[in-house]
């Protein structure tokens, strides 16, 4: 098979089958692969093992990709790939480049003219969306809220103006250890009118979703978000 950079999709969470979430497609590209480019080597060799390969996983070269990783490091990532190998580029979760830095290296990969091959598989803030009953004509993804609180209620309301006036639904997450203080923020900032989903656990037997206005959501015993993956979608419904 030809060099290329194959950007492949994984799962939303730990399940022991990936048949039900990734398409055959997805095994066929894993096989052919030289070497995989991850987020870390731990992630990377767990996601070889569920996958056929053309020599034992334990075998198969991973190279690492995080938000730690200098912009130049990709012309090395790369290297690879230029002397006619085939490598993947895998995320933690979900699909490549959403929310995470392989976005810069696909920019450097068309910048040398290297093909760049994409699989269909979950993305969480997508399912979220479908899931939610908000609209779908519109909307923004926004990635992670920022972390200092003073911050993170700002960027909540700039959230709610901007789908008030666009009418656009407005997806966003936090860290897993932060969801609980994200929710109390929405709660304690947004207008009782707005409508408030939060979807977690997607794809898992565990999974949730819940779609109230705010002045439903304060009556309510609100859900434990802590440590779970969690997709936050808002609409001013004003």
């Known amino acids: 098979m030809s060099p290329a950079l194959l950007l492949l999709p994984n799962l939303l969470g730990e399940l022991p089958q990936h048949q039900f979430f990734l398409p055959a497609s997805v095994d066929q590209a894993v096989e052919s692969i030289d070497g995989l480019i991850a987020e870390s080597e731990k992630a990377g060799r767990r996601y070889l093992g569920r996958f056929q390969t053309k020599r034992p996983a334990r075998e198969i070269p991973i190279a690492l990709l995080n938000k730690n ?3 130049e490091d990709c012309d090395f990532l790369l290297e690879p790939i230029r002397k006619g190998e085939r490598w993947g580029l895998v995320s933690d979760a979900g699909l490549p480049c959403i929310a995470d830095p392989g976005y810069l290296l696909v920019r450097r990969a068309r910048q040398l003219g290297i093909s760049i091959q994409t699989f269909t598989g979950p993305s969480a803030f997508v399912m979220a969306l479908i899931l939610s ?5 519109s909307f923004s993804f926004h ?3 920022p972390k200092e609180p003073g911050d993170r209620e700002k960027k909540v309301k700039e959230f709610e103006n901007n789908s008030i ?3 656009a639904t407005q997806i966003f997450m936090d860290a897993p250890h932060r969801n609980q203080h994200t929710l109390e923020t929405l709660l304690n900032t947004l207008q009782d009118s707005t409508l408030l989903c939060a979807a977690w656990d997607l794809t898992l037997p565990s999974q949730g979703i819940v779609t109230q206005p705010i002045r439903s959501w304060k009556k ?3 859900p434990n978000l802590a440590k779970k993956n969690v997709v936050f979608l808002l609409h001013g419904n004003v």
């Open 220 to 222: 309510m015993p609100l």
């Open 165 to 167: 006036r666009t009418n």
């Open 69 to 71: 990783t200098p912009d």
């Open 133 to 137: 009953g908000l609209p779908g004509q």
């Open 143 to 145: 990635g992670y809220v």
